[in-house]
């Protein structure tokens, strides 16, 4: 079975505070993804990742960056987190082609 | 532009009856199209896909849904709802331009009544 990881279930930092969120995958998949999810808008894609060191913006990629230095692993930073960044984060793999996305079990961010 | 529209943002039904879960896309291929179930603090689960050929897709769990291109709808439906099934369950379609990013609609809440 796919396993994704995320470093933190529940996360509560302040405001201007730099944020670091790590995802890990252990099924060699090509590309990840960041999203937020937040009440009534779904999930919205931040950032994703078709291979080491690329990156493309998402959706809402204002006030976010993306780092992937491996293939397993893909942080998501906030470089000053502000208060309308508090929200549940969700990274996801999947294999290249048209196949299903897996999700990790996601980071709840507060900002205070 | 694609998109996906769940219009119920809540559903409450009693253990035991049927149900419905809405979904209608906007994208002008034929779509690549996902259903997802999210459990109280969990991440989202896979319930079914819909790639192309029969319509009436099975998934886990004893769901099923139904790909209807006239109604550009897929639908998702169980004929008896347990207690275990009280999640948020979220419609996706496949983007085009590679890369495999999706578009979620926004959720509906299943609550399910003993």
């Known amino acids: 079975d796919v396993k994704v990881t995320q470093s933190s279930r529940y996360l509560v930092k302040r405001t201007g505070e730099k944020v670091f969120l790590e995802c890990v995958q252990d099924m060699d998949h090509e590309n990840m993804f960041w999203y937020r999810q937040d009440p009534g808008l779904g999930l919205r894609l931040i950032y994703f990742?078709?291979?080491?060191?690329?990156?493309e913006k998402g959706d809402i990629p204002e006030g976010y960056s993306v780092s992937r230095e491996k293939k397993e692993r893909f942080s998501l930073i906030l470089e000053s987190a502000s208060t309308n960044q508090t929200s549940m984060y969700l990274c996801a793999t999947v294999q290249g082609g048209y196949n299903e996305q897996f999700f990790g079990p996601g980071t709840r961010l507060t900002v205070l | 532009a694609q998109s996906v529209t769940q219009p119920d943002i809540h559903i409450t039904v009693s253990e035991g009856a049927s149900l419905e879960l809405r979904c209608n896309y906007s994208?002008?291929?034929?779509?690549?199209l996902f259903w997802y179930v999210q459990s109280p603090g969990q991440g989202l689960q896979l319930l079914l896909k819909y790639f192309s050929g029969d319509t009436l897709v099975q998934g886990i769990k004893g769901f099923e849904a139904e790909f209807k291109r006239s109604q550009s709808s897929f639908n998702l439906r169980k004929p008896s709802v347990h207690w275990s099934d009280a999640a948020e369950y979220f419609c996706?379609?496949?983007?085009?331009?590679?890369?495999?990013?999706?578009?979620f609609g926004a959720g509906t809440r299943l609550a399910v009544h003993p």
């Open positions: 990742s078709y291979d080491v060191k690329m990156k």
């Open positions: 996706a379609v496949v983007v085009s331009g590679g890369y495999n990013k999706l578009i």
């Open positions: 994208y002008g291929a034929t779509p690549y």
